[in-house]
């Protein structure tokens, strides 16, 4: 059974950093993009990053490039995002979800999701 499972949610000052971690079983790493996402409420889902099993590309939306960096450790089946200079908008729930092989932000492309871990950044 595939489960994909984040933590590392939390409140933090805008400014601040967290670090969220996305526990991946049932399915081989390898073979699978990860990606992480989020949704505010009221507005649609959005990709934040991604990254390739196969290779270690990464792809990173415009309002987190440059704050935001995804890792994976292969051997651990876990995938990160360390987030810094958050911002109020970056407040949502965050989502790790994997899909196909390939280099795509898009939510609908991909198919096992895990249950989300909600950002909340402070003024």
């Known amino acids: ?50 990254i390739s099993g196969h290779d270690g590309t990464t792809i990173y939306a415009d309002s987190v490039k440059g704050r935001f960096t995804i890792s994976s450790d292969n051997a651990k089946n876990t995938i990160y995002l360390q987030m810094d200079s958050l911002k109020p908008a970056d407040t949502a729930v965050y989502y790790c979800a994997a899909g196909p092989l390939g280099y795509y932000l898009g939510f609908y492309n991909y198919d096992y999701w895990g249950q989300g871990t909600q950002v909340t950044v402070s003024l």
């Open 1 to 50: 059974e595939v489960q994909l499972v984040e933590s590392g949610g939390g409140l933090v000052q805008a400014g601040g950093s967290l670090r969220l971690s996305c526990a991946a079983s049932g399915f081989t790493f390898d073979n699978y993009a990860i990606g992480w996402f989020r949704q505010a409420p009221g507005k649609e889902r959005e990709g934040v990053s991604m």
